[in-house]
Every structure is written in C-alpha cells, then in structure tokens.
C-alpha cells in the first residue's frame, strides 16, 4: 500500500519534472544556447518551446508560495515571445488564487490528469496477467512499427500530440525509456512504454489498436512493465491517465491507488506574437 502523504506527492511532481529535463537533453540540438527552452519559474519546471517546436509546457507551478500579484504577467511575457501553444500542469498543493488568476486572464481548463501509483516493493508477485498477446521490448528498427501501433491507438485520444508517431520516436531515445509490442500471433495489436527515473517507473504511453480493445491487452502491457520496472530496482510505478477512463480501472485491478488530482489548463500565445 502506497502511503500518500505530502512528501509522496511532492517527488512524484519532481520525477515529471526530470523527464520534462530528458525531453530537454534529447531536442536541445534543436535549439541555440541563446534560445535554451528550459527553465523555471517560481519553482516550475518550463519547457518553453517556439511554436513550430510544438506545445510548451510549465509542470508544478504553484509549488512555491506565495503566488503574489504580478507572477502570472511575468510568466506569460516570457510565453508570448514564443507564441506556441502551452499547457499548464497545476501543483497539488498550489493557492486557489493561481487557478483564478489563470481564468481571469482566459486560460481554460483543458481536462485533468490522474495519477495513481503502486507500491512495488509490497506487491505480491503472482502469476503473469492472462492475456492472448505476446509483449516483447523493442529497440533499433523495431521503434519506428512500435511509434506508429503506440500513435494509432491514440487516434481518439483527446491529446492530438499522442497520436503523432513522430512524438513517441522522439520519446524512445530519451534517457531511461523502454519500449515494449505487444503482439497476437502475427499482428501488432498495442504498444508502450517505461521511463525509469529516480526509484520510480513512470508508465510513460500506452496504447491499444481499436479492433483489439476489451481483450486484456493494455492490461497485460501495463502489468508487463509493472515487473519490469521491480526488477530494475524501482519502488514505486506511476501512471497518469484520465479520471474514470478504462486505463485507470485496468490500474486500479492491479493494485494502483488514486494518489492526486491534477488540473491542466491551456492558452494559446500565438496570435499575440
């Protein structure tokens, strides 16, 4: 049983950040030292990317108090001279006056983010979860089939970006990510993914082909990456989802437990470049 206590909460919010850090590490080719898309502010971790780079991204923010008058201007002058798009992942512990200044000042709230982890180091060990798929892990030439299964199983996610084949590519030769395909008999059916960071296993993608859903196979790949990361010394598995989706009830029948909430809330800064 995980215990959800503040501290649990707060290196949860850390381990995203250092992978928000591995996406920087990967793509900073892309970027001048002049034009270095990471950052922080007030204790956020900002991936403040141009708008032909894609979504930018602040994770945390609200982390530190107080969130004075003034902060949120500051935060979007240095958004609008990149004029993307940018997402905003809320602090759990973040003041209520953050999220009012962010809808004063037209921000959405775009949807929530669960997150739900598991105690790995207390978890019985049973016998493997019961499925008519084969998982494997993937590298080299197998990344590019396991980046279009992974993006085609998101063509109704709500996040474009998830079905983008490009994205996953990228995401595979980050720092600490595995990459796993799931087949039966001859056909890819699903795919996903593991990032090891710190003493957790962040469930980073997962995904099933729509003609093979309701068969236990994203089930079965989230199990298969449970073991995974207990064997490369994790204590913890992480896996964030949406609220009352069929990835958090396949969690929760494996023992993940709902530890926070969390808000993102969008603005687009491209018409104010």
Known sequence: MVVIDDEFVQKIERVTGTIIERIVSYQSR?????????????????????????????????????????MLYSLEEILRASGALCEV???????????????????????????????????????EYPSSATIHEVAGKEVAPWSIILARGFEDHP????????????????????????KQGDTLVGAASLNMADDFGVMYAGSTLIPHRRKGIHTALLEHRIRYAAKLGARYAVLMTFPGSGSERNAKRLGFESVYVQPIYTKSFAEQN
Request: hydrophobic letters at 40%.
């Open 30 to 70: 892309r970027f001048s030292r002049q034009d270095n898309p990471l950052t922080t502010f007030n204790g956020a971790t900002c991936l403040i990317r141009p708008a032909a780079a894609g979504v930018s991204r602040i994770h945390g923010l609200g982390i530190m108090e107080p969130w004075e008058d003034g």
């Open 89 to 127: 992942a809320m602090n759990p512990y973040a003041s209520t006056s953050l999220s009012h200044d962010l809808l004063t000042n037209h921000w959405t709230l775009a949807y929530w983010i669960q997150v739900l982890a598991i105690d790995l180091e207390n978890r019985p060990v049973g016998p």
């Open 159 to 182: 996040i474009k970006a998830q079905a983008d084949p490009a994205t996953h590519r990228r995401a595979a030769k980050m720092v600490g990510m595995h990459c796993y395909l799931a």
